[in-house]
């Protein structure tokens, strides 16, 4: 495969959120805020980013039986550094994310990542497939919390567009995560079968 | 009495699921029937329980004295890996419970935001001992009448005409989302 159709799928056709819902769901709690969903998205794309870096620059050193072990104490590393840059640098922000930082481990796409692409490809293509998919995952939380910002509150990246009467607390609590996410994700869906059909009738 | 509000809070108000939404993708993935769901949260709700007490005593008498506290991360995924392993090991005795998961059953466990983010809770809003233990075992009973309860759900769903575009995870999400707002409900 191609560097740049790696890329490309892990934007598009396999975004790592929509696609595979579980990606987003250790991140879900913090998108009530565009600014939150947008700097968890960035620490997971940079530990995806070094993560898949690293495993596959040592792929052949790791016996398979322990493969699981090493990803993820590599990625826990990488986590653990994300996360002391983050809070000395901007501690503003780190409030926002507070405990979910940590919680970057136990996201499905890492893991997956690692283990399904990073030890058995080259380490330049394995940085496309973490770029695409880290790009990706960065677009699909921010539109999440975009929205959920947008609904909720009547603000957009803490940018007063609507009154202050507009917000619904509802979509910026815990079940507005999850409703909205479901929402989103349908609309994909259908949008991906109208294009289908389109394109069967032309076959025709 | 102390201890009682704590535990069903625990269960219910601070629901780790569903209010703090740890473990949304196991929540989402095992739960297709209730049989394994109940196999499946078991395992998981021991697994917290032990890690979350040992996690809140390396952070207390091994992390904090000698000043390592940027270790907390790795510490406790190394924890978690072996409490896992052990419980894994200790259930292959028994294998209508191992069989139900093979491979995925590890991966499952370890990429279990429920576990891990009990243990960050613990620590971050400052209990002692007994509350950690009351709030872990807490923990783990919501984490299993929630699994419970949303598998249940979707064995109703299964039967249901749902719209082809919501199929699968969209209508999941939401059904997740309505079951949250029940437990918001006990704020």
Known sequence: MSNSKSFFEGVVSNNPVFVFVLGACPTLAVTNTAIGGLSIALCTALVLLLSNFTISLIKGLIPTKVEITTSLLIIATFTAVIQLIFYSQLPLLYDKVGIYCPLIITNVVLLRRAIMFAVEETVMASIFDALGNGIGFIAALTLLSGIRELLGTGRLFEYQVFSENFGTSLIAMAPGALIVLGLIIAFFNSVKRARKVNLDTQGN | ?187
């Open chain 2, 1 to 187: 009495m102390k201890y009682l509000i704590l535990l069903i809070s625990s269960v219910f108000v601070n629901n780790v699921v569903l209010t703090q939404l740890f473990g949304i993708s196991p929540l989402l993935v095992v739960t297709r029937k209730v049989e394994s769901t109940i196999y499946f949260s078991i395992v998981v709700a021991t697994v917290l329980v032990f890690s979350t007490i040992l996690n809140f005593l390396v952070e207390t008498y091994i992390l904090i004295p000698f000043h390592i506290e940027y270790f907390q991360i790795v510490a406790f995924v190394v924890l978690i890996l072996i409490v896992s392993r052990m419980v894994q090991i200790t259930l292959s005795n028994f294998p209508t419970f191992v069989n139900r998961f093979q491979d995925n059953f590890f991966v499952l466990l370890v990429a279990n935001s429920t576990i891990l983010g009990a243990s960050l809770l613990a620590i971050k809003n400052e209990f002692d001992f007994l509350t950690t233990v009351v709030f872990a075992f807490g923990s783990a009973i919501g984490y299993l009448l929630v699994m419970i309860i949303f598998s249940a759900i979707q064995e109703h769903l299964r039967l249901e005409k749902i719209p082809k575009s919501m199929e699968g995870y969209p209508i999941l999400l939401i059904a997740a989302g309505l079951l949250a707002m029940a437990f918001v409900g006990f704020q």
